[in-house]
Every structure is written in C-alpha cells, then in structure tokens.
C-alpha cells in the first residue's frame, strides 16, 4: 500500500512539475510576446513621428519652393516689363530723330527701325501678361504685331486682309524673336510694295504649325506683284533681305522665296 501510495504521490509531484514548468514556460513565452510587442508598438510610434517630422519638412521646403518660384516669376516680370519700357524710349528717340531729319532715305531707315524695336518690345510686353513667362502664345502676339504694321501703313491708304493660321502655337523667347522680326520685315514690305494698286483685293497669309514631334514649319504669302526681275541683286544690298536671312540662321534654317504674277511666297521648316 505504501508503496502505491508512494508511486501516486511521486506521480502528482512529476505532474505538478511538467505543470509549472508548462506554467513556466507560457509565462516565458507571455512575456516575450509582450516584449516584442512593446518593441513594435515603439517602432510604430517613432515611425509615425518620423513620418509627421517629414511631412513638416516636406510642407516647409515646399513653402520655400513655392515662395522662390513666385519671386523668380515676379522678377522675370519686371525685367521684361523694364526692357519693354526701355525698348519704347528707343522708339520714341528714333521718333524724335525723324522729326529732326529731312533726308526721305534716312527718315525711312529710321521707320524701319521704330518698326523692329517696337516687335521685340511687343514680344516683352507679351511675356510680362503671360502667366507662363517661359512661351509666347504666337496667334495673339502676331495678331498685335500686325495691328501696329498696318496703323502705319492704313495712313496711306492701304486696306489688305490678313490671315492669321497659327492657333496653339507656342514658342520660347529664343525663336519668338526672330520670328517678330522676320514678320515685321515681310509685312512691312508686302505693305510698301505688293500692292501699288489698292483695289480691296490685296491679300496676305501667315502660317505656322508645329506637328508632335515639335517639327515646325513656318509659310508667308501674298497675292501682290511678285518681286522685282533684280530681286536677287536686290537680296545683296536690301538690309531688310539680309536681315531676315540672318535671323532664319538664328532658327537653324534657310528662307525660302517663291514669286510670280501671282504674288510671293516665303517659308521654311524650323525645330
């Protein structure tokens, strides 16, 4: 009896063991878990204000872009609104000087002069209305372009239809240039010299497209006389033929002529 007594007791004292070690070692495990659950928990909130320290850097170098472009934007703004301001003092000295000129050749030079600061002022005075200080909306800037060639010329009498073809084009400064100037040339000639004869039906057509691959090609025609048989003599002397052909150069490209009865034709294809 005793002896069963014995192997009983020795039996719940072996199961009272593996119970507190079982006991002992889920305690262990417990405690583990909430460890590393603590751990976690910690990387959780210093993840979270890392991120909220970021977002707060992000924000304050965001300010800091924003408040640089919208400086840069204003000063771009008044450099050109200061060299269009200087461009127009160039056109009323010239002004001045044709009032105190008698020579017809040199008042005329001095015109023609006027006329081209006048384009670049313009392309300025675009630029300093834009919102996007970087491009010139070309349709608008020839159409004013245009309108102080023709105030010009409509003294005299002159009454052409001019056709604008250009809608969505836009270009940098760069090329908006010499394209002003180009056109200044060639409407101020089409004006002084395709129609000798106003009879209503003069005609002029400007066209500049860009396809997506951002090839450009530029087309000006009018349905006057044509150029003189010693047009090409003419091109050796005429600053203005010179003019147009260095600032095609500029745009890394060659003027094209085509004349006959039927008028004149100029273009060229740009990048």
């Known amino acids: 009896l005793s002896k069963t007594m014995m192997a009983k007791q020795k039996l719940e004292i072996e199961k009272s063991r593996r119970e507190f070690d079982a006991q002992e070692r889920t305690s262990k495990l417990v405690l ?7 751990l976690g928990f910690a990387g959780l909130v210093y993840a979270y204000l890392k991120s909220i320290k970021n977002q707060r850097l992000i924000a304050e170098q965001k300010y800091i872009i924003e408040n640089s472009l919208v400086e840069k934007d204003s000063l771009l703004k008044e450099i050109h609104h200061r060299v269009k301001n200087n461009l127009q003092m160039v056109s009323s000295l010239l002004s001045l000087q044709t009032k105190n000129t008698r020579s017809k050749a040199a008042i005329e030079a001095l015109e023609e002069g006027k006329s081209r600061v006048k384009a670049m002022a313009l392309i300025h ?3 300093y209305q834009n919102e996007d200080l970087s491009v010139i909306e070309m349709q608008g800037y020839i159409e004013s372009l245009i309108n102080s060639v023709q105030s010009v010329y409509r003294k005299n ?8 073809d250009t809608e969505g084009v836009e270009l940098d400064i760069d090329r908006a240039i010499p ?4 056109l200044n040339e060639l409407v101020s000639n089409s004006f002084k010299y395709a129609f000798p004869v106003d009879d209503g039906k003069g005609k002029i057509h ?12 530029f087309e000006y025609s009018d349905n006057g006389i044509g150029l003189p048989e010693d047009s090409e003599d003419l091109s050796k002397s005429s600053m203005g033929i010179r003019l147009m052909n260095r600032l095609a150069n500029q745009l890394q490209t060659t003027l094209n002529v085509d004349s006959g009865v039927s008028g004149v034709r100029y273009w060229f294809n740009f990048k």
Do not use: D, R, W
Request: glycine fraction near 8%.
């Open 32 to 38: 583990i878990s909430f460890f590393f659950t603590l």
């Open 125 to 127: 005075q675009k630029l």
């Open 157 to 164: 009498g002159h009454n052409i239809a001019i056709e604008v």
């Open 179 to 182: 394209f002003g100037l180009i």
């Open 206 to 217: 400007i066209i500049i497209k860009k396809s997506e691959s951002q090839e450009g090609f």
